[in-house]
Nanobody
Framework: QVHLKESGGGSVQAGDSLRLSCAAS????????VGWFRQAPGKEREFVAA??????FTYYSDSVKGRFTFSRDNAKAYLQMNSLKPEDTAVYYC???????????????WGQGTQVTVSS
């Protein structure tokens, strides 16, 4: 059983940067893709970015492409978030799941989330 824990959230101004971390315990990420999802108040959880389990591929939602960068090793993942906007405000979750499927319902392992608040 793998446990995921996010850290690095906080309150920043628009245009600032944050780096989120996701640490695995119990086992490594293995061959799972690692993903970041976010959920704003009153909205559904949405896909942000994913990093494949093999091959080093990344995929970003259009809303963050060019601003966010995802990196990972076997047991830690990082989401560098630059040029933050108020609409990036949400709880950010780290998850493990299938590469190429960005429906959160199909991702099986989740952390508890970390709050990111961006003020204008």
């Amino acid at each position: 059983q793998v446990h995921l824990k996010e850290s690095g959230g906080g309150s920043v101004q628009a245009g600032d940067s944050l780096r989120l971390s996701c640490a695995a315990s119990g086992r490594t990420f293995g061959s799972y893709a690692v993903g970041w999802f976010r959920q704003a108040p009153g909205k559904e959880r949405e896909f942000v970015a994913a990093f494949s389990g093999r091959g080093g591929f990344t995929y970003y939602s259009d809303s963050v492409k060019g601003r966010f960068t995802f990196s990972r090793d076997n047991a830690k993942a990082y989401l560098q978030m630059n040029s933050l906007k108020p609409e990036d405000t949400a709880v950010y979750y780290c998850a493990l799941g299938p590469w190429g499927d960005y429906d959160s319902r199909n991702w099986g392992y989740w952390g508890q989330g970390t709050q990111v608040t961006v003020s204008s």
